[in-house]
């Protein structure tokens, strides 16, 4: 989400008549896009902020400028303000095509001081901003924004607003311009994607109509809730050969009560209901998750829930980590864990999962899988590298120019979850 939103600052800072430049002093204007899902994000953001002081006043025409969720917190804005008062620009997450604006009324009429902060959901925050995309062989197209599920533990529901769903014709109209571009892969993006909802269209029909624009591309999409995730998105996956076989559905924990606790709506039979459903319909299908451990008041029996949830399912992937309680929500009034016992906690889980990517990857030896090429590979000589369908990553031996293609790769080693080969 935060990787597309650059790209829309970007692409507002490109018509102004900005280039990236490659070191930060060389710069005109610094834009920060800020998360403040975690805590240490903030706190390095903060850090990160502070740092660019002593630019402002070797260039008193350099423009610093914060946006993204983190802005959107109660009282963010006068405390940068305070806090950092060579920052010009301060923008909340919908007004970030504000941008434009904001740098012509400092530029122009020499405003010192601009700040835009709604608590209103705009309808779509995309239709006025250009894009300058950054992400290679991939295409992010939001569907949606915000969120209703107020997980305990989450901000994303105070920073960024109630679900709104694009209407489907927008979301279409600019899937089909990318596939026209050239596009060999489109990730549809939301905070929970399967509750997409515009007039009687829900996700299903979005995943439908996109995937019969064209035959050879890539559909992915990001993210889902295993509350909303059905049979109907399933039926769908499997039977549309461009939707990728990569689920990502975030269980974050296998123990019921801390389930509860987290106001997650669904329960670990639930869940492993849906995965078996997923293994049935959906042949070599990659499942990936988030996980974490450290829920406050988690105990050993929670947390060995968890452990055997990530042994029943065997996620090709997932992303692990502690949990940091964040002011404003609900978990971060109970009671917490310490932080040893976090820290051993989330040792363990990131050896499992370690142990059962190498695992999986084993399976992959012998097979001929057809790779979307990415990229150049930043480690390996004369080598290139990209992903399977289900989502694991190949580096073999290939010419630059094969970025954007798609080729058939035979996959010959195995090292943890990096998948080696060669094309054939
Ligand atoms: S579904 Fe839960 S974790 Fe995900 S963004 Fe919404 S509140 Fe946060």
Redesign the pocket.
């Known amino acids: 989400m935060n990787v597309h939103e650059s790209e829309k600052i970007a692409g507002m800072l490109t018509e102004l008549g900005y280039q990236s430049c490659s070191a930060v002093e060389e710069a005109d204007i610094i834009v920060f896009n800020t998360c403040c899902?975690r805590d240490t994000a903030e706190k390095h953001i903060l850090g990160n902020i502070g740092d660019v002081k002593h630019l402002k006043k070797e260039n008193p025409f350099l423009i610093v400028a914060v946006v993204g969720c983190m802005t959107q917190q109660k009282g963010m804005s006068e405390n940068l303000k305070k806090k950092f008062p060579f920052v010009s620009i301060v923008l909340g997450t919908d007004n970030l095509s504000d941008l434009t604006l904001a740098v012509r009324q400092i530029e122009e009429k020499n405003k010192k001081f601009f700040s835009c902060i709604h608590d209103t959901p705009d309808v779509d925050v995309q239709k006025d901003s250009p894009l300058y995309r950054t992400s290679g062989t991939n295409a992010w197209v939001n569907i949606m924004y915000g969120?209703?599920?107020?997980?305990t533990?989450?901000?994303?529901?105070y920073v960024?607003g109630r679900e709104r769903s694009r209407s489907p014709q927008a979301v279409l109209s600019e899937v089909s311009d990318l596939l026209k571009q050239g596009y060999p892969e489109i990730t549809l993006l939301g905070?929970?994607v399967d509750s997409y909802s515009y007039e009687g269209h829900d996700f299903t029909y979005l995943l439908e109509k996109i995937a019969e624009m064209d035959s050879k591309f890539r559909l992915r999409f990001m993210?889902s809730?295993p509350k909303d995730f059905n049979s109907r998105v399933i039926d769908v996956i499997a039977s549309c050969p461009n939707i990728c076989n990569n689920i990502h559905l975030?269980v974050?924990s296998g123990s019921n009560r801390v389930l509860k606790l987290?106001?997650?709506h669904y329960t670990r039979e639930r869940y492993l209901e849906i995965i078996d459903e997923i293994r049935s319909k959906i042949p070599n299908v990659g499942i990936t998750s988030?996980i974490m451990t450290g829920f406050p008041t988690e105990t050993d029996e929670d947390f060995y829930d968890t452990v055997s949830l990530m042994e029943k399912v065997r996620f090709s992937n997932a992303f692990t980590f502690v949990y940091s309680p964040r002011k404003g929500t609900v978990a971060a009034q109970m009671e917490q864990l310490p932080k040893k016992v976090k820290q051993e906690r989330i040792t363990e889980l990131v050896k499992i999962q370690n142990r059962i990517s190498a695992e999986i990857s084993k399976d992959y030896l012998g097979r001929t899988e057809e790779i979307l090429v990415e990229d150049v590979s930043p480690k390996h000589q004369n080598s290139v590298c990209g992903r399977t369908e289900s989502g694991r990553l190949v580096t073999f031996a290939g010419a630059p120019e094969l970025v954007g293609k798609f080729v058939n790769v035979k996959i010959d080693s195995a090292r943890s979850s990096a998948l080696f080969g060669r094309i054939i």
Do not use: G, K, L, S
Request: positive net charge; aromatic residues 10%; proline residues 9%.
């Open positions: 899902i969120c209703n599920n107020f997980c533990y989450c901000i994303v529901p960024r905070q929970n993210t809730h975030p974050q987290m106001n997650r988030d």
